[in-house]
């Protein structure tokens, strides 16, 4: 009867013993497939991570640029240093520490763990940083050009505490719609919110070019779900009001800005703006730019 009991319990700690050793890490390639001083992307519950072997050491940081979301798998790899391919930011694969501009934010680091010769990540959890997932609400072609707009629920549908998207205005955001193959930049793009925290939803514009991300995009249907990490950067108003600020814009360069004048019109702020926005011809002023941009304000044509 005791023999049997042990037995029993034996099996059950074994049992759980795989059960969080299942749940916690999960195997991300085999270390045969990653050679010393070679980078390879694997993903995890939808992160893009950069595993790196480090003379027969294996390290794993986000595999996103915190500048503005190059590839680092696809960069160079020197002693414990990934460099971005598109502008050279460095990070400590071990770490994520950044090490060399312009990136100033550091990557997100993984635990990794070798079970014979499988290479296992740790999971982040719930508890990851800021990655929501957002609703295509509508998209709009602007007349005469080659841009688009996406419109975006700002309320969250279904992750981290159900929080809405906080943004300063100007700042920019990465967004992995899913789907998209063989893009040389990537599976992700960083794009600038340019609607205002005080509007109820969220927009950006772009340009819609031939690679297979501004394809897939623009054939988003309403209602399609992306996910977006962010909001990011610090080109934003100064807080000094004393002080006039002035815009210099071109284009879909507007961006930044359309969200700045439409915050600080909003919310009535005490600051002096002056703008200039040079373009084509007048129809090539975006119309969001022209409508919310110049309620109470003097458009001057040149
Ligand atoms: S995107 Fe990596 S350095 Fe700019």
Redesign the pocket.
């Known amino acids: 009867m005791e023999i049997q009991t042990k037995i029993h319990i034996d099996y059950r700690i074994q049992d759980i013993l795989g059960f969080l050793l299942s749940e916690d890490f999960v195997k991300v390639a085999d270390t045969k497939h990653i050679q010393p001083s070679r980078m390879k992307e694997v993903q995890v519950d939808g992160e893009n991570i950069c595993v790196v072997n480090v003379e027969g050491k294996y390290f794993a940081i986000n595999n996103i ?1 915190t ?4 590839p680092l798998a696809d960069g160079t790899l020197e002693g414990y240093e990934v460099e ?1 391919p ?4 460095k990070f400590d694969v071990r770490t994520g520490e950044v090490k060399n501009p ?2 100033i934010e550091p990557e997100p680091a993984y635990e990794v763990k070798i079970d014979g010769n499988n290479i296992l990540i740790k999971k982040q959890g719930k508890s990851k940083p800021s990655q929501l997932e957002l609703t295509l609400q509508q998209k709009d072609k602007v007349e005469g050009t080659d841009v688009m707009s996406f419109k975006f629920s700002k309320q969250t549908d279904q992750v981290e505490d159900n929080k809405p998207l906080d943004h300063t205005a100007g700042q920019f955001a990465f967004f992995d719609i899913g789907g998209v193959y063989n893009d040389p930049k990537g599976q992700i793009r960083h794009f600038t919110i340019s609607s205002s925290p005080t509007e109820n939803f969220l927009m950006f514009g772009t340009r819609i070019r031939d690679s297979p991300y501004k394809k897939r995009l623009s054939a988003l249907e309403e209602g399609a779900k992306v996910k977006l990490r962010g909001p990011e950067g610090q080109f934003v108003l100064h807080e000094d009001y004393s002080k006039p600020a002035v815009f210099l814009s071109g284009g879909i360069g507007v961006t930044p800005f359309r969200s700045m004048l439409k915050y600080a019109t909003d919310k009535k702020l005490p600051v002096k703006i002056i703008m200039f926005d040079s373009n084509r011809n007048s129809n090539n002023i975006l119309s969001y730019s022209k409508k919310s941009l110049m309620s109470g304000r003097t458009l001057i044509k040149i």
């Open positions: 640029c500048h503005e979301g190059g971005c598109w502008h050279g930011s312009p990136a």
